[in-house]
């Protein structure tokens, strides 16, 4: 990984990243600090959130922990908070924090589709409606940053919970970044595909996570091709648009991985066909297929073949 010319900085800024215990949050913590951020920690575990509290600080910055589940709006509170009460102001949100609980439409629970959309989605809103009130207040502007997932932005088979929350999160951020742009606020969607115990749960990327934890390198195939490298190369990308110099981006899903750097596009409409007098069910039957056949989207995430050797 290129080192940074020392030009992004966060000096004076305080953020919050939740769900940073371990894996990417953690990575993003971890960076924000070194650029000089004030980090207010999460995790559900004490233990893994004062670790994680101990690693930012040895970073260069200064660090708290809240030890609390991201979902109720007591625990947005508490981190805005413990925010403003230790480091003495916010400019920075992550929302990062996330749970799995895989399995086919036929087989999830309502506790699998409720916990993963209460801790992504409510969890996201309810720690951005927290921070867009201290920020509007504090009259400094600010940066948000939430993170998304490529099954948000395209489906993923036994992940109907993750990858409606996903989405969901996409679309809330779109919203925000018209809400508060007069505040100068702006928000932004991080993408990531990196070696993390969430993406070892799908078996194309198990590989290459098994592979990173043995200390091996990352095939360039994963890098280039697909996009996937590890905590550390999403964490750019935070710390960017936590930074002044990202003042003039809002309202992206910007995706990271490896070597790639990608901007989603918003759902548009691919073609257009017109009936005079509308659509009739007898009509689409006999001209669907020759209007629109041809524009029909694919769905799920399309991962080539390693290349022999990979």
Same mark, same amino acid.
Request: net charge negative; glycine share 12%.
């Given at each position: 990984?290129?080192?940074?010319?020392?030009?992004?900085?966060?000096?004076?800024?305080?953020?919050?990243?939740?769900?940073?215990?371990?894996?990417?949050?953690?990575?993003?913590?971890?960076?924000?600090?070194?650029?000089?951020?004030?980090?207010?920690?999460? $995790?559900?575990?004490?233990? *893994?959130?004062?670790?994680?509290?101990?690693?930012?600080?040895?970073?260069?910055?200064?660090?708290?922990?809240?030890?609390?589940?991201?979902?109720?709006?007591?625990?947005?509170?508490?981190?805005?908070?413990?925010?403003?009460?230790?480091?003495?102001?916010?400019?920075?949100?992550?929302?990062?924090?996330?749970?799995?609980?895989? %399995?086919?439409?036929?087989?999830?629970? $309502?506790?699998?589709? $409720?916990?993963?959309?209460?801790?992504?989605?409510?969890?996201?809103?309810?720690?951005?409606?927290?921070?867009?009130? @201290?920020?509007?207040?504090?009259?400094?502007?600010?940066?948000?940053?939430?993170?998304?997932?490529?099954?948000?932005?395209? /489906?993923?088979?036994?992940? %109907?919970?993750?990858?409606?929350?996903?989405?969901?999160?996409? /679309?809330?951020?779109?919203?925000?970044?018209?809400?508060?742009?007069?505040?100068?606020? %702006? *928000?932004?969607?991080?993408?990531?595909?990196?070696?993390?115990?969430?993406?070892?749960?799908?078996?194309?990327?198990?590989?290459?996570?098994?592979?990173?934890?043995? +200390?091996?390198?990352?095939?360039?195939?994963?890098?280039?091709?697909?996009?996937?490298?590890?905590?550390?190369? *999403?964490?750019?990308?935070?710390?960017?648009?936590?930074?002044?110099?990202?003042?003039?981006?809002?309202?992206?899903?910007?995706?990271? +991985?490896?070597?790639?750097?990608?901007?989603?596009?918003?759902?548009?409409?691919?073609?257009?066909?017109?009936?005079?007098? /509308?659509?009739?069910?007898?009509?689409?039957? @006999?001209?669907?297929?020759?209007?629109?056949?041809?524009?029909?989207?694919?769905?799920? @995430?399309?991962?080539?073949?390693?290349?022999? /050797?990979?």
């Amino acid at each position: 990984m290129r080192m940074a010319s020392g030009d992004v900085s966060l000096d004076g800024k305080v953020a919050i990243v939740t769900g940073s215990g371990r894996g990417l949050g953690l990575a993003y913590a971890t960076e924000l600090a070194r650029r000089g951020a004030a980090v207010v920690v999460n $995790d559900v575990d004490d233990d *893994v959130a004062q670790a994680a509290a101990a690693r930012v600080a040895d970073a260069g910055g200064r660090a708290t922990a809240v030890v609390a589940p991201v979902g109720p709006t007591a625990t947005a509170r508490q981190l805005v908070a413990t925010a403003v009460e230790t480091f003495g102001r916010l400019d920075v949100l992550v929302t990062n924090a996330g749970v799995l609980r895989d %399995t086919v439409l036929w087989k999830m629970t $309502d506790d699998d589709f $409720d916990t993963v959309v209460d801790v992504h989605l409510r969890g996201t809103f309810t720690c951005v409606r927290e921070a867009a009130t @201290q920020l509007r207040a504090q009259g400094e502007g600010g940066r948000i940053v939430c993170v998304g997932s490529p099954t948000g932005q395209r /489906g993923n088979f036994g992940q %109907t919970n993750y990858a409606a929350a996903k989405a969901g999160i996409v /679309g809330m951020v779109r919203t925000w970044a018209m809400e508060l742009a007069r505040a100068e606020v %702006t *928000v932004n969607a991080v993408v990531p595909v990196a070696a993390t115990a969430m993406t070892e749960t799908v078996p194309f990327f198990r590989p290459f996570v098994e592979a990173a934890r043995r +200390g091996e390198p990352m095939p360039p195939f994963a890098r280039r091709v697909l996009g996937f490298g590890g905590p550390d190369d *999403v964490a750019g990308l935070v710390a960017f648009l936590a930074s002044d110099a990202a003042a003039g981006i809002t309202g992206q899903a910007i995706g990271v +991985g490896g070597d790639r750097l990608a901007v989603w596009s918003h759902p548009q409409e691919v073609a257009v066909a017109l009936a005079e007098g /509308g659509w009739s069910a007898d009509e689409l039957a @006999q001209d669907f297929a020759s209007v629109l056949g041809a524009h029909l989207q694919t769905v799920g @995430q399309e991962l080539p073949e390693p290349p022999a /050797g990979d």
